[in-house]
């Protein structure tokens, strides 16, 4: 998912949910921010490299694909983005590497999810927001892994998407996919952009959907393929359906993290609060755009008669740089750092509970003084 | 690419420098040396393709392709292996023919890559540089010597193109 979804939508969730409008932006922002949490930005802030939620374009040009390296990448990974739907599913083949790497597939709904929403519950804003990323993005993310695999992430040439005729039916058109990176991807004749095939197994050009681009990204899209691990079985990602869910969810997850929910049920994907508003939330999914921002964007105003800033990746910088050593895990920065070492720990410690290697060993070196 | 990855092109690239002004100043011991790399480097890819697809790639969609790979890989070493007995000639005749075969690689690769809008002109110019080395072998093949040199000029521009490749940036297209 991308930054209208992660930060306008989630504002609205946060809304419907029962938050003032203050703690929504919290939440959103902390949503967010979860995309631009690379130790190349920690660095710049003066935070933990260890909190690292994402890896840049860059850092992934220079990382290691030795198994010190691959434990780094799937950890942060599998962690905040491609959050593993079942780490004991049957395989019943391949290596003891194929299986690992087959548990690691994403999915909503998952063991990993409910552990995901309770860690956050009592601890602030900040890991409210961050296990909101995580949970849409089980959504988008499906079937795909949080670790670099050729087995596993794969796509090839059977790939279409749906278009939506006029009686209701879809016609089948084969999605194009460009390598350069600078190209404008074109949803109207079908053309994105997607990473190289590669024939290394652990190339990071096979890193979660990269092969697919952006596009399980885009709300609007419906589309069919061969994934790399099923049989030679099409499989049909529905988008409309699946962020309609991913919203609900959301609503219904920040209702438990607010207290007006006593549990979270990892399998409850509706919400009676998003019932009055599904007809503008279902238009603004449908919609053929890239970037859905401007229309969430004017739906959360419209809720809560607040104007929502843009989102500044540097808003809290100052705040945390002049706290002292001993007040820094008090800043908001501080919080969102701590929600991300603790959503990092729980999941390597899962991953590495149910006999998977992928992730390694959860370890945090001590910090210097900043 | 990774800097593992830039280091071992590197350290290909200066082998096969090595290997190349080996074959200048000494030509008639470099011969089996030169047999000896190919067949090794071709059958350990060769086995690893094979080892990665008996083990993960015959799971996955398009994963014969590997498999494919993989025996042609210990064929072609295999083949190799068995020119260490047939006169230089027609050692040279099949070092030229594999150079030939990677031009055409590359030229193929260039011309995939200017399809996509990605970089293609480098590729193309190593593919033609390649090609250009292979067939003034193919013509001067009557004079060994000749051949030798033109061979090894070659094998010497391969090795600083790929030398020259481990340090460049490398598109990469991720995910967020």
Not at chain 1, 48 to 55: D, L, R, V
Not at chain 1, 65 to 93: C, K, Q
Request: proline share 3%; glycine share 8%; charged share 20%.
């Amino acid at each position: 998912m991308q930054g209208d979804f992660h930060y306008y939508a989630t504002y609205c969730a946060a809304v419907l949910a029962g938050y003032e409008h203050e703690r929504c932006l919290a939440i959103c922002y902390s949503a967010q921010l979860v995309d631009y949490c690379s130790r190349s930005w920690l660095k710049k802030v003066g935070g933990p490299s260890e909190a690292a939620t994402t890896q840049l374009q860059l850092e992934l040009l220079d990382a290691r694909t030795d198994r010190m390296g691959l434990n780094d990448i799937t950890r942060i990974w599998a962690s905040f983005h491609f959050l593993p739907r079942d780490l004991y599913a049957e395989v019943g083949r391949g290596s003891r590497n194929y299986r690992d790497k087959y548990r690691l597939i994403c999915g909503p709904c998952g063991e990993l999810l409910a552990e995901t929403v309770n860690l956050a519950k009592g601890k602030g804003d900040q890991a409210a927001g961050l296990a909101m990323h995580v949970l849409a993005d089980t959504w988008a993310h499906t079937y795909f892994a949080g670790t670099p695999s050729l087995v596993i992430n794969n796509t090839d040439q059977h790939f279409f998407e749906l278009m939506p005729q006029e009686d209701g039916s879809f016609e089948r058109r084969r999605v194009s996919f460009s390598h350069n990176p600078s190209a404008a991807e074109d949803p109207e004749k079908g053309v994105y952009v997607g990473s190289v095939y590669q024939s290394s197994e652990n190339s990071i050009m096979n890193l979660g959907h990269g092969r697919a681009g952006h596009l399980p990204d885009y709300s609007f899209i419906r589309y069919v393929y061969q994934p790399a691990w099923g049989d030679y079985r099409e499989i049909l990602k529905d988008n409309p359906g699946d962020y309609e869910k991913a919203f609900s969810q959301m609503v219904y997850a920040l209702g438990f993290l607010f207290g007006t929910e006593e549990t979270f049920d990892k399998d409850r994907c509706v919400s009676d609060k998003v019932a009055p508003h599904l007809e503008t939330i279902r238009g603004i999914i449908a919609k053929r755009q890239v970037d859905a921002s401007a229309d969430w964007k004017a739906f959360g105003e419209s809720l809560s008669g607040e104007p929502i800033p843009d989102f500044d990746m540097y808003a809290y910088q100052d705040e945390y740089r002049s706290a002292g050593k001993f007040a820094a895990s008090d800043t908001f920065l501080g919080r969102f750092f701590e929600a991300a070492l603790s959503q990092k720990k729980m999941v390597t410690e899962k991953i590495k509970e149910s006999g998977n290697r992928l992730a390694g060993t959860y370890r945090v070196t001590k910090q210097k003084d900043r | 690419m990774t800097i593992v990855q830039r280091v071992r092109d590197i350290i290909v690239g200066l082998v096969m420098l090595a290997l190349a002004l080996f074959l200048l100043v000494s030509e008639e011991a470099a011969y089996p040396a030169i047999v000896a790399i190919y067949t090794l480097v071709l059958e350990i890819a060769g086995f690893r393709l094979l080892w990665y697809y008996l083990t993960m790639a015959r799971h996955m969609v398009g994963g014969l392709r590997i498999l494919f790979q993989g025996a042609i890989y210990v064929d072609m070493g295999l083949f190799t292996a068995s020119l260490i007995n047939v006169p230089q000639m027609y050692i040279l005749i099949y070092l030229t023919g594999t150079l030939a075969f990677s031009a055409v690689v590359d030229l193929l690769r260039a011309r995939e890559s200017k399809g996509i809008q990605s970089a293609w002109k480098l590729k193309a110019f190593q593919g033609a540089v390649k090609l250009l080395i292979a067939l003034i072998c193919l013509i001067y093949m009557h004079s060994p010597a000749m051949v030798v040199d033109v061979f090894c000029a070659g094998y010497i521009f391969s090795a600083l193109m790929r030398i020259v490749g481990a340090f460049r940036r490398a598109p990469v297209i991720t995910i967020s």
